[in-house]
């Protein structure tokens, strides 16, 4: 294995991220008014700028899902337990002694287990509840003359509110550990350049080498 600086956020990938968080903070902050936690804006307006919201996040995710099938990056999502103990524990405890990460990325693992496992979760679980729930809640009109009631509305509600709550803990949990290990900075960069450190076998150098010069960064 040899360090390289190799771009692995191509420009989609770089766009989805950044469109889904600010997507995802318009839809808190609008939330978070249409329950009342904030008077900025009045409910309508609210209600109206979280629709559009939650319809453009939604269309982007078909999109980064087709994106991931297509071109094959669905494997750095893949769980394993390989590390993922030793990961765990640098979190709990050995971070806090100033010990070195125990993950080095690779060019077809950027994510280490923990991370893959978690986004994962938010992928298969969490981010579907959050759509369904709310596709449910805005064509409320169209189900509930049947034999749901107010009561499976709550439920909704529900549902939708948690949903949401867990992903502002995911979210703030994310911009904490930017804050850990590297400087905020080394770890945001490689959102905006595309390019990080990533281990590369002998074989991933050659082929990039070859075909792809132009991910592997000159110094």
Do not use: C
């Amino acid at each position: 294995m040899s360090t390289h600086r190799v771009l692995i956020f191509n420009r989609f990938e770089r766009f989805w991220h950044w469109t889904q968080a600010v997507a995802i903070f318009v839809l808190l902050f609008t939330g978070f008014g249409i329950h009342g936690l904030h008077r900025i804006g009045d409910f309508q307006t609210l209600v109206s700028v979280h629709v559009v919201a939650a319809l453009y996040l939604m269309v982007l995710w078909v999109f980064a899902i087709f994106w991931h099938l297509t071109t094959g990056t669905w494997r750095h999502y893949v769980p394993t337990t390989s590390g993922l103990f030793r990961v765990a524990r640098y979190y709990a405890f050995d971070i806090f002694k100033g010990a070195d990460h125990p993950y080095r990325k690779h060019f077809w693992r950027k994510h280490n287990p923990m991370q893959a496992l978690t986004y994962l979760a938010l992928k298969v679980f969490l981010f579907p509840l959050i759509w369904l729930s709310g596709l449910a809640y805005l064509s409320y009109g169209l189900w509930s003359q049947g034999a749901l009631s107010n009561a499976s509305l709550e439920w909704v509600a529900l549902l939708h509110t948690a949903a949401a709550f867990a992903i502002l803990v995911f979210i703030i949990l994310h911009v904490y550990l930017l804050t850990t290990g590297h400087s905020f900075v080394e770890h945001v960069r490689p959102m905006i350049n595309g390019y990080d450190e990533v281990d590369l076998s002998a074989a991933e150098e050659a082929y990039l080498q070859a075909d792809e010069p132009g991910r592997i960064k000159k110094d």
